[in-house]
């Protein structure tokens, strides 16, 4: 991945981050959309700061597994973005870019980890 991809992925997962932030000030205060708030909050922003972490590897092997977090979280925040829509907290066609993004990353810092490990 070159440094131009890298940070444009940074910046991507930043706005993701934020775009997630600003969602969740708009859920309602009900006892189950706040447990997911906190969920999806504490994983989109944790993708996009373990990303930026990712970047400043000192080896293949620490890159490597700060992706498997990335990875990790990515894959969490689309699962909490499948609960929000399913249980209709939020409409469906209202998280459908959102949800589009988030997959959009996970298969890309999948690929990225297949390729690394490789």
Do not use: C
């Not at 991507?12 to 447990?35: D, H, N, Q, W, Y």
């Not at 909050?41 to 490597?64: D, H, P, Q, W």
């Not at 700060?66 to 066609?93: C, H, Q, R």
């Amino acid at each position: 991945m070159s440094l131009d991809q890298h940070q444009q992925l940074k910046a991507r997962t930043k706005a993701f981050a934020l775009r997630v932030i600003r969602m969740s000030e708009a859920l309602p205060r009900t006892r189950a959309a706040s447990i997911i708030d906190q969920q999806i909050l504490r994983s989109a922003t944790s993708m996009a700061a373990n990303y930026r972490a990712a970047g400043r590897a000192r080896s293949k092997a620490e890159f490597v597994s700060k992706l498997g977090i990335v990875i990790e979280e990515a894959d969490e925040t689309v699962f909490w973005l499948e609960m929000l829509a399913e249980s209709g907290i939020i409409k469906p066609n209202k998280l459908a870019e959102m949800m589009a993004e988030a997959n959009q990353l996970l298969a890309i810092f999948s690929a990225s980890g297949k390729t690394a490990r490789s």
